[in-house]
């Protein structure tokens, strides 16, 4: 793409294109991968990329924001879809492809920021395809996939009709560098929170407990395994589970944005700090 200038796009989908998606492109394209934010349940993917796009701006990041139909990919935190258990994953695939062949973007690593039910689907997007994340944020997801070799995914890692009977490479998945987010406030067992017997004596009863649980299950199994843990923690201030609490009260576009361009930039997005 010759003369390179900032781009703002929107692709939608079509036979061979299973997911629409918002695009912003910098001037300079190539330099980073790009990073994609899923959306949560509500499918608000616009307002997601509406958050983000000022500060992509600023600094020139590439981002790629998808939208998982309500109809076709009703289960897409679980990664399946109406063509099957892993659809999700595919389809986000060969977004990123598209991405790459018709807007010039390297995508053959990405950083992901996925919020409510696109945390669920980033940290197992991570756990399936470990090869194609760089860093993950994962933000107020309401349940988590345990790296239990003994219990059938999506609850843990084995091979299950969910995953396509694929097996998953947990140690390749302990190296990547995730940051969990969580709002302070995110303890309400709402309609959209998945709930029951096993998965509360498991998890925990709310969105806060099950993450800072799933955080020292994912270190003891590091530890187990001979690894050092690469995933972080921090807790968004005075926020429930609202993406605009998020945004507006507790920071999480510059905590996102500190987290995975501060390798590059360790001054970036000061505001976030990690644990």
Known sequence: MANPRRVLTQRTPSRV???????????????RPPIVIVHGHSRGAGRHFRAFLPKAIAANL?????????????????????????????????????????????????????????AQFVHRFALASPHRVRRAVIAAAGWYTYLDSERPFP??????????????????????????????????????????????????????????????????????????????????????HSLSEAVHKGGLVERTYDFLVSDENPSFGSEGASQ
């Not at 294109?17 to 330099?31: C, I, K, Q, T, W």
């Not at 053959?108 to 920021?113: E, K």
């Not at 299950?160 to 009977?165: E, F, R, T, V």
């Not at 560098?177 to 709930?195: F, K, N, Q, W, Y």
């Open 17 to 31: 294109l299973p997911l629409g998606y918002h695009a912003f492109l910098p001037e300079e394209r190539g330099l």
């Open 62 to 118: 590439p981002l790629v924001v998808p939208t998982f139909g309500d109809e076709r990919f009703r289960g897409y935190q679980q990664l399946a879809g109406a063509d099957g258990p892993m659809a999700a994953q595919e389809a986000l695939t060969i977004t990123l492809e598209d991405a790459s062949t018709v807007l010039g973007v390297d995508t053959r690593q990405v950083d992901f920021l996925g919020f409510s039910g696109g």
């Open 155 to 240: 609850y843990g890692c084995a091979p299950s009709p969910a995953s396509g009977h694929r097996e998953f490479d947990v140690q390749a998945f302990l190296r990547l560098p995730m940051h969990v987010l969580i709002g302070e406030r995110d303890v309400r067992r709402d309609a959209s929170l998945r709930t029951g017997t096993f998965i509360d004596r498991r998890q925990g009863s709310d969105r806060l407990s099950r993450a800072l649980r799933w955080i020292d299950h994912v270190e003891a199994v590091a530890r187990a395994q001979g690894l050092e843990s690469s995933i972080t923690f921090d807790l968004l201030p005075a926020s429930g």
